[in-house]
Every structure is written in structure tokens, then in C-alpha cells.
């Protein structure tokens, strides 16, 4: 957690933490910074995140959790928490989720926000999303990256998308 001392910084909008020891985020976490809108948590070891942990983060343009060991429940926390970040322009999920096969389709719930660039690369997935649903890419959607992944099965509708890796 960033204690109280964080926010005299008022000027504060970019949050960079490489190779860090933080095995969970919650409600407290970001607490103290409210004018943050790029985070960027790597290899940082995360294994748990709270819902709530971003919920007054409306103006967060980037977030990168990329580089840490989020299993199907927290990635799925993760997600609930962007839908309501109407500003988020890129999402970096590369190698963070070791042990996750399946690209749920609940994690593409980014229609309504404003997301260009969606980094999903470097992880697991065998499946996207699973029972041959179709779902619809976001239409700002401009980078979706889903390479090195083990994929098997791809259903998705990519209309917008200009490119695809």
C-alpha cells in the first residue's frame, strides 16, 4: 500500500513498480494516488487481486499487470474492475497467467470503454473464448496481440481490428 505521504505529490500520474514483492492488491493499494492514470505493476509477483482494487481509477489510460502469476479468478477480477474505466486505452496482460487455459469470454467486456490495445501474449491460453461462442472485439480495438499462446480453438469477431498477432 502507498501510505498518505503518496498523495501530496498532486502532480502524480504515472506509477512504473518493476521486480517488486507484492503478492496481492486490494482497495488500499492505490488508495493514496488518485490522479494516477498509467500503472504499471511488472513482475511484481501478484497472485491476488481484489475487486475494487482500481474502482476510482475512471481516467486510467494503461494499465500493465504483465509478468506476474494471476490464475483464472483474479484475471477475472481484473476485468470486472476495467469495465468501469471508461478511459483505459491499453491493457497489458503479457506472461501474467501461467495457469490459465481458457480466454473466457467474460474478460472481453471492454465495449463500452474506450480500449485500443489489449496485450493478452506470452501465456497459456488453449481456447478463446471456450464453447465456440462468438464474441465481438471491442470496435476502438486497434492491437489485439494474442501470440505465443498454445491456441487450439479462436472465436472471436474482429471487425475494427487493424492488427492481429
Sequence with gaps: MFSNDYR??????????????LPSVNNETFRYLPF?????????????????TLPNRKNLKYLDISHNLCDDENLRRVMQDLVFNDELK???????????????STYILFNDTKIEKLYVNNNSFVEAPVD?????????????????NKLGKV??????????T
Excluded: A
Excluded at 501530496?8 to 514483492?21: A, E, N
Excluded at 505493476?41 to 475487486?51: A, H, M, S
Design 90 to 104: 491499453v491493457f497489458n496482460v503479457t506472461n501474467c497467467c501461467p495457469f490459465v487455459y481458457k480466454y473466457m
Design 36 to 52: 494516477v492514470d498509467y500503472i504499471e505493476l511488472t513482475n511484481c509477483r501478484i497472485q491476488n487481486y481484489d475487486v475494487r
Design 155 to 164: 472465436f472471436f469477431g474482429m471487425p475494427y481490428c487493424r492488427y492481429l
Design 132 to 148: 465456440n461462442e462468438n464474441v465481438m472485439l471491442p470496435t476502438n480495438l486497434k492491437v489485439f496481440d494474442f501470440s505465443n
Design 8 to 21: 501530496l505529490p498532486l502532480h502524480l500520474t504515472r506509477l512504473k513498480i518493476d521486480f517488486c514483492l
